[in-house]
């Protein structure tokens, strides 16, 4: 296992978003490089506990290097946020003060060429998250329909050439199964007319955010996760979420926007009938962005976005 390296991007937003209590429970949904976690540990009393969540293995046993100094207020735990109600009872505890999540792939993940992620760097066609789950990237791309793959590439990537990228796809594994990163991104750029390769990212940048994301089930956990984990949070409480794409914020913004205000009445009826009671205040109502000097040194936070919620009282 190679040395595990990740820059966390919106770091100190994020801890300070959660406004944290040094006696507190907190949640690291997606523990990662242990960069936030980091963060959280020093901010943490003997009475405060901090329990880190990851599907991927690299991550946990990073975690237990770097979040040594704090071992006797850390826990770890293998396994994806989307459980946060098993993970908590598990540990028998009913509420949290805080929770955050780094959503996407990490910089190591990036960077570890065999894991499979990179449209940069040649590997198997693997991308999985959690390397114990069967379904890989090289499942989803030569064993989809074109339709399959067209519905990927345009959900998930929003990328305007899926269709014609999909049908280059599975003409190109006709001839021999698709195993590589490189061969893929070989496809995609020959699907792409030229002129459209010119300007803009990598040609296969979106296709590959795409597939990473129908690997990793990442957008459908999403919405029922942020639900789950706003329920275990304390009054006072707060939830953070990072996103990297559109697609994600949107869902987490929605995410907010419904537990803010679940009313489903409609909205010509003088009082409310329904009996759904808010269940935070979101306390930004633009998200939080990198600024110049972090994009400076770490460009992959370009597209960062976080976004904050308090659990509130019911009334």
Not at 283 to 306: C, Q, V
């Amino acid at each position: 296992m190679s040395e595990y390296k990740h820059v966390s991007v919106l770091r100190d937003e994020s801890i300070q978003g959660l406004n944290i209590r040094p006696d507190g429970i907190y949640v690291d949904g997606t523990l990662g490089g242990a960069g936030h976690s980091s963060e959280i540990c020093r901010r943490l009393s003997e009475g405060g506990r901090l329990i880190g969540i990851d599907q991927d293995e690299e991550a946990i046993e990073n975690g237990k290097k770097r979040l040594a100094f704090a071992s006797d207020r850390v826990t770890l735990v293998r396994d994806n946020f989307k459980n946060i109600d098993r993970v908590l009872n598990d540990l028998q505890i009913e509420k949290v003060d805080g929770i955050l999540l780094d959503l996407g792939v990490s910089s190591h993940q990036l960077d570890e060429a065999e894991r499979g992620f990179s449209y940069m760097q040649d590997a198997p066609l693997d991308m999985r998250m959690d390397q114990r789950q069967t379904k890989s990237a090289y499942e989803v791309v030569n064993t989809y329909s074109a339709d399959e793959l067209d519905r990927v590439l345009r959900d998930y990537g929003e990328e305007r050439w899926s269709k014609r990228i999909a049908q280059f796809i599975v003409d190109a594994r006709k001839e021999k199964p698709i195993q590589t990163t490189a061969e893929l991104v070989g496809i995609i750029k020959n699907a792409i007319p030229k002129k459209a390769r010119e300007d803009g990212p990598h040609p296969a940048k979106r296709s590959f955010q795409a597939i990473r994301i129908e690997v990793n089930g990442e957008l459908e956990i999403l919405e029922k996760a942020i639900s789950d984990m706003t329920e275990r949070l304390k009054t006072g409480g707060r939830i953070c979420v990072i996103t990297f794409h559109s697609l994600e914020d949107r869902i987490v913004k929605q995410a907010f926007k419904t537990l803010e205000n679940p009313c489903i009445c409609p909205k010509d009826f003088p009082v409310c009938v329904c009996g759904r009671k808010p269940k935070v205040k979101i306390i930004t109502r633009k998200p939080i962005i990198p600024g110049e000097e972090e994009l400076e040194n770490n460009p992959r936070a370009r597209s960062a976005k976080l976004r904050i919620a308090e659990r509130i009282e019911e009334k």
